[in-house]
Nanobody, 110 residues
Framework: VQLVESGGGLVQPGESLRLSCAAS????????MSWYRQAPGKERELVAS???????NYADFVKGRFAISRDNDKNTVYLQMNSLKPEDTAEYYC?????WGRGTQVTVSS
């Protein structure tokens, strides 16, 4: 089983990024997938999740700015992040099938 995140980077406040998580080794379409983040000195927190049937849930701090989606044909889950703020700076992790990816760094700074 592998979860590989990509798409992180350095952006300015107000800009956008799209994270991707490519999954392999399990029946992707049958499992919920989630994005978490962890800022330095803070605990890891749930950002968004999407069920196998497409039901989405978001943390209050990203509602209206972030959108999670999945492509079951590509075994990939996405996190579209708009109107980024400095407080969104964190390592972002993909989670599914009880496994974690290694993370991708998002830095929002002017």
């Amino acid at each position: 089983v592998q979860l590989v995140e990509s798409g992180g980077g350095l952006v300015q406040p107000g800009e956008s990024l799209r994270l991707s998580c490519a999954a392999s080794g399990f029946t992707f379409r049958s499992y919920s997938m989630s994005w978490y983040r962890q800022a330095p000195g803070k605990e890891r927190e749930l950002v968004a999740s999407i069920s196998s049937t497409g039901v989405r849930n978001y943390a209050d701090f990203v509602k209206g700015r972030f959108a999670i989606s999945r492509d079951n044909d590509k075994n990939t889950v996405y996190l579209q992040m708009n109107s980024l703020k400095p407080e969104d700076t964190a390592e972002y992790y993909c989670q599914g099938y009880g496994r974690w990816g290694r993370g991708t760094q998002v830095t929002v700074s002017s």
